[in-house]
C-alpha cells in the first residue's frame, strides 16, 4: 500500500507564491513520485509539471517560467514551486508516482491540495 500526502495549498492573491509538497509512504520500494496535475472545476485533470527518469522537467505551457518542480534524491517526496500565480491557476493539485515492475505499471494518486488564487 502507497500513500501520498500532498500538503502546502491555499488561498493566495493573484503574483504571490506557494510551495507544494508531496511525500510518499508505505510500500515504496521502487516508487518515484514524478509529476504534479491539477484539476480545475469543470475541466479535466491536465499535467502541471514532469521529473523525468532521466531527471529532466518537464511543464505545461501555461506555467513555464513561474513553477519549478523538484525531488529529493530518495524519489519520495516531491516539490512545486509556484511563483507569480494567477488566478487561472486556481485549481485542486494532485501528486502522482509510479512503480513498474516487470510488465506492470502501477500510478497512484494523492488526495489533492486545493490551490486559490485570487484577483
Known amino acids: 500500500q502507497v500513500q501520498l500526502v500532498e500538503s502546502g495549498g491555499g488561498l493566495v492573491q493573484a503574483g504571490g507564491s506557494l510551495r507544494l509538497s508531496c511525500v510518499a509512504s508505505?510500500?515504496?520500494?521502487?516508487?518515484?513520485?514524478d509529476a504534479w496535475y491539477r484539476q480545475a472545476p469543470g475541466k479535466e485533470r491536465e499535467l502541471v509539471a514532469l521529473?523525468?527518469?532521466?531527471?529532466?522537467?518537464d511543464y505545461a505551457d501555461s506555467v513555464k517560467g513561474r513553477f519549478t518542480i523538484s525531488r529529493n534524491n530518495i524519489g519520495n517526496t516531491m516539490y512545486l514551486e509556484m511563483n507569480s500565480l494567477k488566478p487561472e491557476d486556481t485549481a485542486v493539485y494532485y501528486c502522482?508516482?509510479?512503480?513498474?515492475?516487470?510488465?506492470?505499471?502501477?500510478?497512484?494518486w494523492g488526495q489533492g491540495t486545493q490551490v486559490i488564487v485570487s484577483e
Open positions: 508505505g510500500s515504496i520500494l521502487g516508487i518515484n513520485v
Open positions: 502522482h508516482a509510479m512503480r513498474v515492475s516487470f510488465a506492470t505499471v502501477n500510478n497512484y
Open positions: 521529473i523525468s527518469n532521466s531527471g529532466s522537467l
